[in-house]
């Protein structure tokens, strides 16, 4: 395990935040993940030569806050520069097995974000201008869910190395090369703006338009200054937005996910004119029911993720159990609000609309990922075949 956590933090120092001498690093977390925050502020130090702020909270308020100092004294110390944050994502702190009924779930934001069920807040003047990333941490909650059996703390992490890639001294070169691939798929799609883009399942098929003034994200991102930082790991998804009333036809689940904390299989949806009209399940319909009546944005066919199938990701979490990792599956079709790092950066209060994007307080991600997946972006009466049994065409 130690092994474990040494490669991790040297992922998070030198290939997700990319600390450098003077950056001023702020560390969020909760009691549990305390001890891991203190490991990962010992090490950060070293190469900051700056204290590390420790912010611990609970339920949302700061609980205490303090410094983890370097070994230089004040005067040795290099000027305060950039400032970076990091927040600690306990994967344990989740309602998997929740027992809250719909109405008390979907009756506030609180609520629904413990849920994972939130859209993103349109805040167009708040934009990032910081280094940060999010940090999952596991624990035996999060892997009992996803094994379906009681584990030990061998085993949590075990499970969690081979999702993060830790289980080999190459973990921080392999997710550097990934960033490189997802930044090479972003500029190939980006190129293509204002296409149409067609989804084939397995007997299934919809197809709608990307929204104007919108590209695709994912990966690692980057400040006006051309710093580059990766918000989230794993990566493998590129994210895009679809125009409002754009998107028709039928789609159905690759694999089962969770909504409103209840797992749903077998789903089924109907969508027409950018609305799903229809929708079905196995098991989970009244979850469903619920999550499309939290608001008439609900229902909107709002967001593509295009994820490569069978990878590490998709064999480990076969089930879309915690909302940090359902991007990164397989491909997916997300409903309610847009996803708004896709959103130009050009773009302000008065220009949104034109953009006719999906409005709303929730999104749900849907996989449709697998072997019989197929993309095909059409411009300029030119259709382009970009995945093919469920694998980008490099």
Not at 94 to 106: A, R
Not at 131 to 158: D, F, K, S
Not at 221 to 249: C, E, M, W, Y
Not at 269 to 287: E, L, M, Y
Request: charged share 20%.
């Amino acid at each position: 395990m130690e092994q474990y956590l040494e490669r991790y933090v040297r992922i998070i120092i030198d290939v997700q935040l990319k600390l450098i001498e003077g950056d001023n690093l702020s560390i969020n977390t909760e009691a549990r993940s305390m001890g891991f925050a203190r490991f990962l502020a010992q090490h950060a130090v070293l190469v900051t030569c700056l204290p590390v702020m420790i912010v611990e909270t609970a339920g949302g308020k700061v609980v205490q806050a303090y410094p983890i100092d370097p070994k230089e004294k004040d005067i040795f110390r290099p000027e305060v520069g950039q400032a970076v944050m990091c927040h600690i994502v306990d994967l344990d702190n989740h309602p998997y097995d929740g027992e809250e009924g719909y109405d008390e779930i979907c009756c506030d934001a609180a609520s629904l974000s413990s849920y994972g069920a939130l859209a993103d807040p349109i805040f167009l003047d708040r934009r990032v201008s910081a280094p940060w990333a999010n940090i999952p941490y596991p624990g035996p909650r999060w892997a009992a869910a996803l094994l379906g059996r009681v584990v030990n703390e061998h085993e949590v992490w075990q499970l969690f190395a081979s999702v993060m890639r830790l289980d080999n001294h190459w973990a921080s070169s392999f997710w550097e090369e990934q960033a490189n691939v997802i930044t090479w798929r972003k500029q190939r799609l980006n190129a293509l703006s204002g296409s149409t883009v067609t989804l084939t399942g397995d007997g299934w098929s919809i197809c709608g338009s990307l929204a104007p003034n919108t590209h695709f994200c994912g990966g690692a991102s980057t400040l006006t200054k051309g710093r580059h930082f990766i918000p989230t790991l794993p990566i493998q998804a590129v994210v895009g937005s679809f125009a409002v009333d754009s998107v028709n036809g039928t789609v159905d689940a690759s694999r089962p996910f969770y909504v409103l904390g209840s797992r749903v299989e077998g789903a089924s949806f109907t969508i027409a004119g950018g609305v799903v009209t229809r929708w079905s399940a196995d098991r989970g319909q009244d979850a469903l029911d619920a999550f499309f009546n939290i608001d008439e944005g609900a229902r909107l066919a709002s967001t593509v993720a295009l994820s490569d199938t069978n990878t590490i990701e998709s064999r480990y979490l076969e089930v879309g159990l915690h909302p940090h990792f359902h991007a990164e599956v397989e491909s997916a079709i997300g409903f309610g609000g847009f996803a708004i790092d896709t959103l130009d950066s050009n773009i302000d209060e008065e220009s949104l609309a034109d953009c006719h994007l999906a409005d709303s307080l929730v999104r749900l991600l849907v996989p449709i990922g697998g072997a019989h997946l197929s993309v095909v972006f059409t411009a300029d009466e030119e259709e382009i075949m970009m995945m093919e049994e469920g694998v980008f065409n490099e």
